[in-house]
């Protein structure tokens, strides 16, 4: 046998080893973005998530913030949200967030380089316990975009994402959490819609192991401005 045989041989028995443990989830967004004058907006999103079965949702969230554009690169933002987590299809912990964000955006030609920081502080409670739990935790994210067929993005546009986010929960062990790394395509459909798909890997680190989810990502983003001034921005999964 080949030595090239050997490495696909080799190749198919560790993804059918991987397929034993892991298996594709489905990460589901939509987000809307309103304008309301060239400086502030309000966004709103809702999430969508197969993590066991991925055609069973089992966790859902439903969150919203303001903006303020102190220019078009940088944008800070406040958001307040809910996220719920099932289990064996039955409520199995409910999460209460707020957070502080930063962005500030870097551009190098065609190429955008987002740096997104947050702050977050969480409260829990997990009914089949009855307990009550708190955290905080802080995040970091690196995004880069690119159109693919025109200088910017534009209606018809097709563009490049891929990000790479880092988690530190601050009153738990590990400090370092999770880790995920994306990648996908985008289409402008017009100044409005836009889509996406891609795939997300996610890394849980915990002490009593680490766990890897496996997304396959669809999002419908939806860009609104009164004015009609604003330049097109691509959403990507959060």
């Known amino acids: 046998m080949s030595k090239r045989l050997y490495v696909l041989f080799a190749f198919l028995l560790l993804l059918k080893l991987s397929a034993q443990k892991e298996n594709i989830s489905s990460y589901n967004v939509i987000n809307v973005t309103y304008h309301i004058n060239q400086k502030s907006f309000v966004y709103a999103e809702g999430q969508l998530r197969g993590i066991n079965d991925f055609a069973y949702p089992d966790y859902y969230e439903i969150k919203g913030g303001i903006g303020y554009e102190i220019s078009d690169r940088h944008k800070p933002l406040i958001g307040i949200g809910r996220y719920v987590n099932y289990k064996d299809h039955s409520l199995d912990k ?13 551009k190098a030609g065609k190429f955008k380089f987002e740096n997104r920081v947050r702050a977050e502080k969480s409260w829990f409670y997990s009914p089949a316990k009855d307990e009550h739990s708190d955290r905080i935790r802080l995040r970091y994210r690196l995004n880069v975009s690119v159109p693919l067929n025109a200088e910017k993005v534009k209606p018809g546009t097709i563009s490049a994402n891929a990000y790479d986010e880092v988690f530190f929960v601050t009153t738990d062990e590990p400090l370092f959490a999770r880790n995920r790394v994306f990648g996908g395509l985008s289409y ?31 999002g419908l983003s939806l860009n609104l401005d009164r004015s009609g001034l604003k330049e097109i921005n691509l959403q990507t999964a959060d």
């Open 94 to 106: 409910e999460e209460f967030r707020v957070w502080l964000q930063d962005v500030y955006d870097v």
């Open 188 to 218: 402008q459909i017009d100044k409005i819609f836009s889509i996406s798909s891609g795939y997300l890997w996610q890394r849980e680190f915990a002490e009593s192991g680490n766990k890897n989810i496996h997304f396959l990502y669809l």
